[in-house]
C-alpha cells in the first residue's frame, strides 16, 4: 500500500513532515519520505489529511460490565422479563472491540477484567472472529487480601507474603497473562480501603517484580497515595498507574525518569468519580476524587518537567471515547504534539512495544488519517467525522473512506 500526499505526524520524533509518502509492506512501514511527490496515480493520496500512529489506550477495563458507559450495552431489563443470559456479555465485548478500532484505537492494554473476559476477547480477535484492536491483558490483578477484593471479585488475584505472590504471578501467565499488574496501594473507588498507605510489603511488591521480570514480562502497579508510589518505584515497576500523588515527592519523578518508568495519569477516572456519576458513588469516595483530580494535574505538569513518560490511559467509558484522555493532557498543560506523543509512543513504551506508536520505517502499520489538523485541535480525534481511516498491520480496518470505499480492498 502506498499512501502519498499526507501531512505525517511522527509524535515518537517530535516532528511533522508535509506532503509526505508512506509505503506499507507486510504490515510494516517500509518507507516514510517527506516532499517527494510520488506519481499521482500510484497509492492512495490523501490529499493532505493528517497521518499519525493508531491510538494506543495503556490503561483500559476490556469489560462485559458496562457501568462507565451508559447506553452503550443493551437497555436495562425490565421487571418481569427473564434473567439475561450471562453469555450476552460476550457480544457486547465484541461491540467495545469494533468501538475502539473504528475510533481509531489499534492497541488497548487491558489492566483488569471480570473472569478473564480480555483475554477472551484478545484471542477472538486475534483468531479473527470479531474486528478489535491488539489486546494485550495483565489476567487477573494481584492485590493483597483487601476490601476491594469483596467488590472486584474475579478481576482480583488475592495473594498474602512473597511466596503466594510469586505463584500468582505464575497464575496468571498460565492463564494466558501478557504482563502483571498490582496494587500497590488501595482503590479510591472502594469505601473501606485508604488509598494512602502501601497496600502490599516492600517484600510483597518486590516479590512481584522479581518473579515477573526474570520470566521476562513487564508490571504495572496502581498507586494511589506516596507511601505505595514509594514502594512500587523503588522496587522498579514498569508503569505507574493513576501515581497522582506523585507531584508531592520530586524525587521519585526524577527516579521514574531515570529508570524509565512511565506514567499513565488517567485523568478521566478522577472526572468519572468527582463529576460524572457522583450520584452513584458514595458521598465521601466522590469527595475524595475531587481532591485526587487537582492533584493528578499538578502530578501531570510535575511529570512532564521531570521528564517522565507519559501515556494515555482513558480508564473510563464508553469504548471508542478514549481519546477524551489526550484532549485532557493537553487542557492538563500538555503541547498537543506531547499529547499525541502520549498516546502513541508513550503508550507503547508503557507496554512495551517499540514497534508500535511511531509512523517511521520498520514499525508495525498501524496508522489513522485524520481529516484535519489534530495539532491545531485535539479534539477532533473524538470526533468520529474525522476518522477517515483506521490501518491495522498494514489493512484498513475503518474510518470514513473505508466505509465509503474511497480506500483500497
Ligand atoms: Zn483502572
Redesign the pocket.
Known amino acids: 500500500m502506498l499512501l502519498t500526499n499526507a501531512r505525517v505526524i511522527d509524535a515518537a520524533g517530535r516532528q511533522v513532515l508535509e506532503r509526505a509518502t508512506v509505503r506499507i509492506d507486510c504490515g510494516r512501514i517500509a518507507e516514510v519520505a517527506a516532499g517527494e511527490g510520488a506519481p499521482s496515480d500510484a497509492g492512495l493520496d490523501l490529499e493532505g489529511r493528517t497521518l499519525m500512529a493508531g491510538l494506543i489506550d495503556a ?1 483500559a ?1 476490556l469489560s462485559s460490565d458496562i457501568s462507565r458507559s451508559p447506553d452503550f450495552g443493551p437497555p436495562a431489563p425490565l421487571k418481569g422479563e427473564l434473567p439475561r443470559p450471562r453469555e450476552l456479555g460476550y457480544f457486547v465485548l465484541a461491540k467495545a472491540a469494533r468501538a475502539l478500532l473504528a475510533a481509531g484505537i489499534t492497541t488497548v492494554r487491558d ?2 477484567s471480570y473472569d478473564d473476559e480480555a483475554i477472551v476477547l484478545r484471542e477472538a480477535v486475534r483468531l479473527g472472529l470479531v474486528e478489535g484492536p491488539r489486546i494485550i491483558s495483565c489476567g487477573r490483578i494481584i492485590s493483597a487480601t483487601a476490601p476491594g477484593g469483596a467488590i472486584f471479585t474475579t478481576m482480583y488475584r488475592e495473594a498474602d507474603g512473597p511466596d503466594e505472590m510469586r505463584k500468582a504471578v505464575r497464575e496468571q501467565l498460565r492463564r494466558g497473562a501478557d504482563f502483571i499488574k498490582l496494587m500497590a496501594t488501595g482503590a479510591r473507588s472502594v469505601v473501606a480501603e485508604d488509598p494512602e498507605p502501601a497496600q502490599m510489603t516492600r517484600e510483597e511488591l518486590g516479590a512481584i517484580v522479581d518473579e515477573a521480570h526474570r520470566l521476562g514480562v513487564r508490571v504495572a502497579a ?1 498507586v494511589e497515595g506516596l507511601a505505595g508510589a514509594r514502594v512500587a518505584v523503588d522496587a522498579r515497576v514498569d508503569t505507574i ?1 493513576h501515581g497522582l500523588s506523585l507531584h508531592r515527592e520530586p524525587r521519585l519523578l526524577d527516579a521514574m525518569a531515570s529508570s524509565e518508568i512511565v506514567l499513565v495519569p ?1 485523568l478521566s ?1 478522577f472526572h468519572d468519580l468527582a463529576e460524572r456519576f457522583t450520584e452513584a458513588f458514595a458521598p465521601a469516595l466522590v469527595e475524595q476524587a475531587q481532591r485526587q483530580l487537582e492533584e493528578a494535574y499538578l502530578t501531570l505538569v510535575a511529570a512532564r518537567s521531570a521528564g517522565v513518560t507519559l501515556a494515555m490511559g482513558h ?1 473510563s467509558g464508553p469504548p471508542g471515547h478514549n481519546a477524551i484522555e489526550l484532549v485532557r493532557m493537553v487542557e492538563g498543560g500538555l503541547p498537543a504534539l506531547e499529547g499525541i506523543a502520549a498516546a502513541t509512543h508513550g503508550s507503547a513504551r508503557a507496554l512495551g512495544l517499540p514497534d508500535l506508536g511511531t509512523v517511521t520505517a520498520g514499525a508495525v502499520a498501524d496508522l489513522l488519517v485524520v481529516d484535519g489538523d489534530p495539532l491545531a485541535d485535539v479534539r477532533m480525534l473524538c470526533d468520529p467525522e474525522r476518522i477517515w481511516m483506521v490501518v491495522q498491520d498494514g489493512r484498513v480496518v475503518g474510518g470514513r473512506a473505508r466505509a465509503q470505499e474511497l480506500a483500497p480492498a
Open positions: 490503561h477495563h489492566v483488569g496502581h498507574e488517567t477516572t480508564d
